[in-house]
């Protein structure tokens, strides 16, 4: 691995991000109702800003309405693979696994190691990550790479309950 440029910009974190999506309230409700998203604002009736619970962004996604008939590009296509969220508990983990297969949107869960992932898609298959990070000092040999192994969420939860590692990775 190799450290950061002297001359790349310093970014911090990422702040939001923004989606293309067919019809705009379906995917309000969709980002609202699995995630518990507010929306804060609409621009012309095309676009939705969303703030996440808790966060200090003005806002953590947009959604760009495109059209009903937008085509999707195939899979494999360059762009984004998919966005990432982190919830705080294992047990945030578990609560999520059971919110998105009760709305048909939880495709598949893994084991990384150092991080926990369930994995869904949107209405308009924008695919997402939820995932929950280990507490650092037991990444252990995940510290310097990567598994993808199935995930058995309840021995996770027996093991992880009541730990939150929300603060792992933070700036501040």
């Known amino acids: 691995m190799t450290g950061p440029s002297a001359s790349a910009v310093p970014v911090a974190r990422l702040n939001h991000a923004v989606l293309y ?15 518990g998203f507010t929306e804060i ?4 009736g095309m676009m939705a800003f969303m703030r996440a619970r808790g966060s200090s962004n ?31 508990t294992i047990d945030d983990l578990a609560a999520a696994a059971r919110i998105l297969s009760g709305m048909g ?6 084991d990384h190691g150092a991080t926990k992932s369930l994995y869904g898609a949107d209405p308009d298959g924008n695919e997402f990550e ?18 993808i192994a199935p995930l058995d969420l309840d021995a996770e939860v027996e093991r992880w309950t009541g730990i939150d590692t929300s603060a792992v990775g933070s700036a501040g």
């Open 21 to 35: 999506v067919r019809e705009l309230d379906r995917s309000v409700d969709f980002y609202r109702r699995a995630f």
């Open 41 to 44: 604002a609409r621009e012309r």
């Open 58 to 88: 003005h806002h953590d996604l947009g959604l760009l309405a495109v059209g009903a008939d937008a085509p999707r590009p195939p899979r494999g296509s360059t762009g984004l693979y998919h966005l990432a969220w982190q919830v705080p």
């Open 105 to 110: 949107a939880l495709g598949g869960a893994s």
């Open 130 to 147: 939820i995932m929950w990070m280990v507490p650092q000092d037991q990444w252990g040999e995940y510290e310097s790479r990567g598994i």
